[in-house]
T-cell receptor, first 113, second 109 residues
Framework: DVKVTQSSRYLVKRTGEKVFLECVQDMDHENMFWYRQDPGLGLRLIYFSYDVKMKEKGDIPEGYSVSREKKERFSLILESASTNQTSMYLC????????????FGPGTRLTVL | RKEVEQDPGPFNVPEGATVAFNCTYSNSASQSFFWYRQDCRKEPKLLMSVYSSGNEDGRFTAQLNRASQYISLLIRDSKLSDSATYLCVVNTNAGKSTFGDGTTLTVKP
């Protein structure tokens, strides 16, 4: 069965802290994605990666960076967390490009105080 | 204007009702289309892909109109368990996915 896991379900951090969110998929998918989901704004793409060590900016990359050193793992980094980064963060993976299904992890609800 | 727009809802319907959701997209290069379902405090999960000829999966029917750039989802004989948020997703052939904001459905006894 398809599985995407995220390192934490809930996280509370302080303004200015460096935050790491990790995502692991066991489906040998090439593509991985990080989204944030906010009420009234839907899911917005932060970054995606289509191969190891490759990354592309999504719609809202400011304040975030990513790392993909291994095919199964995609990390989202908040270099200096701010209160406006309080959100639900969802990781997803997909085998191919356009026509394949995205599989989502359970999400990490991050609160920045 | 958003790239993908959905009926905002919420839709409140009685059990057994038929309900339809629409979604419009602005990027004519869009390649593939999906409906996802998201339960409260859960991750989105694929409900069904949408094919050019239209497709059906039990009580659910999805249709695509490329000329008018919209997709639709029809749910027949609504069940209480259908209560969720339904997300329209549009992919370009470059692999970018754009999500609609979702339409909330509540099915009441």
């Amino acid at each position: 069965d398809v599985k995407v896991t995220q390192s934490s379900r809930y996280l509370v951090k302080r303004t200015g802290e460096k935050v790491f969110l990790e995502c692991v998929q066991d489906m040998d998918h090439e593509n991985m994605f990080w989204y944030r989901q906010d009420p009234g704004l839907g899911l917005r793409l932060i970054y995606f990666s289509y191969d190891v060590k490759m990354k592309e900016k999504g719609d809202i990359p400011e304040g975030y960076s990513v790392s993909r050193e291994k095919k199964e793992r995609f990390s989202l980094i908040l270099e200096s967390a701010s209160t406006n980064q309080t959100s639900m963060y969802l990781c997803a993976s997909r085998k191919g490009l356009a026509g394949d299904t995205q599989y989502f992890g359970p999400g990490t609800r991050l609160t920045v105080l | 204007r958003k790239e993908v727009e959905q009926d905002p809802g919420p839709f409140n319907v009685p059990e057994g009702a038929t309900v339809a959701f629409n979604c419009t997209y602005s990027n004519s290069a869009s390649q593939s289309f999906f409906w996802y379902r998201q339960d409260c405090r859960k991750e989105p999960k694929l409900l069904m892909s949408v094919y050019s000829s239209g497709n059906e999966d039990g009580r659910f029917t999805a249709q695509l109109n490329r000329a008018s750039q919209y997709i639709s989802l029809l749910i027949r004989d609504s069940k209480l368990s259908d209560s969720a948020t339904y997300l329209c997703v549009v992919n370009t052939n470059a692999g970018k996915s754009t999500f609609g904001d979702g339409t909330t459905l509540t099915v009441k006894p």
